[in-house]
């Protein structure tokens, strides 16, 4: 899938400006911004729901079109009177998809409420079954908005192991999300959007090492002699962490960070934690949008 220059306007307000990314099949490609960054526009474009004003939008070498394009923006449109197995029943005679919805309610975990009416079902439920109604059509590219919305652990884990499981096969799955773990363990690529323009698109790896210095979290087994080797190493500044007087927070590049541990290992001192205060992704993220962490 190729993006060119796609431009898309409501009015006066541009929505996407000039947008240039590329999915290989069979990628998990992530979409990330803040809101009102045209993530949903660019996915609406995918699904055929919207045109764009001006650019080039090819899937599977052709213009973009719904033949083999299936999933969902701004949550999936269901039919509440009806349970799942009817909602799914209902979607496959009207596309004459001969898949069977006992099958792709299996596939997200919804087998056992699969007669149960769609009204009562919690919001990660519904995600679910709307996930499974795009599977329905079995796509060659799979467009999610939040797949993750609304859903506990064990429903997040079930998404993500029917993804990696359809891009492992060959689907390929473009999807949205402000969960920059789901992300960081789904994605191998990620296109980063900003007030309608492309900040970032790429590997994860490539953003994470040109984001630089990161702040991480240090717990020893002697917090004053790892002070004084923070101090004494080129590269790491310290800062104070008010909560808890026995964790350091550190900023550094990754090879000081390297350097810093062989010199607590020196001195003896054991390393107990040593973990991001925010993600790389996430660091990555805030930074190329102008966000700040905790707005």
């Not at 070498?61 to 299936?70: E, I, M, R, Y």
């Not at 810093?260 to 001195?267: D, F, M, P, Q, T």
């Amino acid at each position: 899938m190729r993006a060119r220059g796609i431009t898309k306007c409501f009015g006066d307000v541009v929505a996407l400006d000039g947008v240039d990314f590329d999915v290989a099949p069979g990628q998990i490609h992530g979409l990330a911004g803040p809101n009102g960054a045209g993530k949903t526009t660019l996915l609406g474009l995918l699904l055929s729901l919207a045109v764009a004003d001006e650019g080039e939008l090819a899937i599977f070498g052709g213009p973009a079109g719904l033949a083999g394009v299936a999933g969902f923006v701004d949550g999936p449109g269901l039919y509440p009177s009806l349970t799942a197995r009817q909602n799914l029943a209902a979607l496959a005679a009207l596309g004459g998809h001969p898949a069977d919805p006992g099958d792709v309610l299996e596939q997200v975990g919804l087998a056992d409420v699969a007669d149960d009416r769609v009204r009562g079902f919690s919001l990660g439920m519904r995600q679910r079954l709307g996930l499974a109604a795009a599977l329905l059509t079995e796509p060659r590219l799979l467009v999610l908005d939040e797949p993750a919305n609304g859903l506990d652990p064990a429903g997040n884990k079930h998404v993500h192991d029917v993804l990696s499981r359809l891009a492992a096969g060959g689907t390929t799955v473009v999807l949205s999300s402000h969960r920059m773990d789901d992300l960081e363990a789904l994605c191998t690529e990620v296109t980063i959007l900003a007030t309608g323009r492309v900040v970032f698109t790429g590997p994860l790896a490539k953003l994470s090492a040109e984001n630089g210095e990161l702040g991480y979290r240090l717990r020893t087994s002697d917090p004053a002699t790892a002070r004084r080797v923070v101090a004494e190493t080129r590269g790491v500044r310290l800062a104070e962490s008010p909560r808890d007087a026995e964790v350091l927070e550190v900023h550094a590049q990754v090879p000081a960070l390297d350097e810093l541990v062989l010199r607590l290992a020196a001195e003896g001192v054991a390393v107990r934690e040593l973990a991001p205060v925010v993600s790389p992704l996430e660091a990555a993220f805030l930074t190329l949008t102008g966000q700040e962490a905790g707005r």
